[in-house]
């Protein structure tokens, strides 16, 4: 048995939502997410959790092709994503690459890649962890995404040469419809394809070449703190930090993200040398910290981590720093 397990950044997802809302006018706390997760948008989202989300999407709006009624919200240019527009670049190939090599640090265990065959560019996307009807949502929201740029850079009228979705056809018609060319369904991955000369033409607003990219330090920190699936010690970490939204993360918690029983998850954690208690101190603790150089209050603080109250975090946090938090942010005050 192993911990193997993708994540989506909040940020990435924040299209479908709010597309949702808007079209729909069903919310994130329609489907019980907590609305403190939605307020991090670099937060880390287990996949599993994603489908089970799409699954309940279909179910409250009553439409197997929902994401289709989504298309104009699922827009790179809206994703509140801090530090990086992967729509400013001087031509779509450029765009192609940043997207291709930059959702890494968004969504881990998916690819995005060209293949090149004579005349034609596939632009693909690989997601293993998703399944069922699940994939025809997800294969759409990426679909939608990517055929997008290309009209942002190809103009409104642009027309792929074909476009293929993993997974079951919904809204067939509506479908080639919106895309303007023929729908494979049930392909083995999603992609678009293209002619090769549409991959160098310009953008419709032209970029400055020498335009500079700023973030913090600790912004770009996350962008690299991406877990990889079969990274374990990395997967539980974040897993039980996702718990933490719900309430003070358990056992019983952590091993239902897992889809595993308790004893299962035990096991496992002893096999690597892990003990949940000390996992889970460890992690609240350093969370704890980030946010205190967020500026935020021991109260507010011991809430978004899920303890029942503030002596309560306090205490937890001496166990692990030999300091209670006050004390710290004490000690970090310029």
């Known amino acids: 048995m192993k911990f193997n397990s993708s994540f989506i950044r909040v940020c990435y997802m924040s299209t479908v939502f709010k597309g949702v809302e808007r079209v729909y006018g069903i919310h994130t706390t329609d489907l019980n997410i907590p609305q403190t997760l939605m307020d991090e948008p670099m937060a880390l989202i287990p996949f599993s959790q994603i489908c089970i989300w799409l699954k309940q999407l279909e179910q409250a709006t009553q439409d197997p092709a929902y994401m289709l009624k989504l298309a104009q919200h699922l827009d790179f240019s809206r994703l509140d994503i801090p530090g990086i527009s992967f729509l400013a670049t001087t031509d779509l190939a450029m765009s192609v690459r940043r997207i291709n090599y930059g959702i890494a640090s968004f969504q881990s265990g998916a690819s995005y890649y060209i293949i090149q065959s004579g005349k034609i560019i596939k632009w693909c996307y690989r997601n293993p962890y998703v399944f069922n009807q699940q994939k025809t949502h997800d294969s ?5 995404m990517l055929f997008n740029t290309l009209k942002y ?5 642009y027309r792929p040469l074909q476009i293929h979705i993993s997974g079951p056809a919904v809204g067939k018609q509506e479908a080639e419809s919106l895309f303007n060319c023929p729908v494979i369904w049930n392909a083995p991955q999603t992609e678009i394809w293209i002619s090769t ?15 500079s990219v700023a973030m913090p330090r600790s912004l770009f920190e996350q962008y690299l703190d991406m877990p990889q699936p079969h990274d374990t010690p990395k997967v539980l970490f974040e897993m039980v930090n996702y718990a933490r939204y719900y309430g003070l993360p358990t056992v019983d918690s952590v091993a239902a993200l897992f889809n595993i029983s308790r004893q299962q998850l035990q096991r496992k954690l002893q096999l690597h040398g892990f003990n949940f208690t000390n996992i889970c101190g460890y992690l609240l603790s350093n969370q704890a910290i980030k946010y205190m150089l967020d500026n935020r209050s021991v109260e507010e603080i011991s809430q978004l981590l899920g303890y029942a109250n503030k002596q309560s975090f306090s205490k937890a946090f001496k166990r692990f720093r030999n300091c209670t938090p006050q004390q710290y942010l004490e000690r970090i005050k310029p």
């Open 197 to 211: 000369d549409a991959l160098v033409q310009q953008a419709n607003l032209q970029i400055p070449e020498n335009s």
């Open 140 to 144: 759409l929201r990426v679909a939608v």
């Open 153 to 157: 850079f190809l103009g409104n009228e």
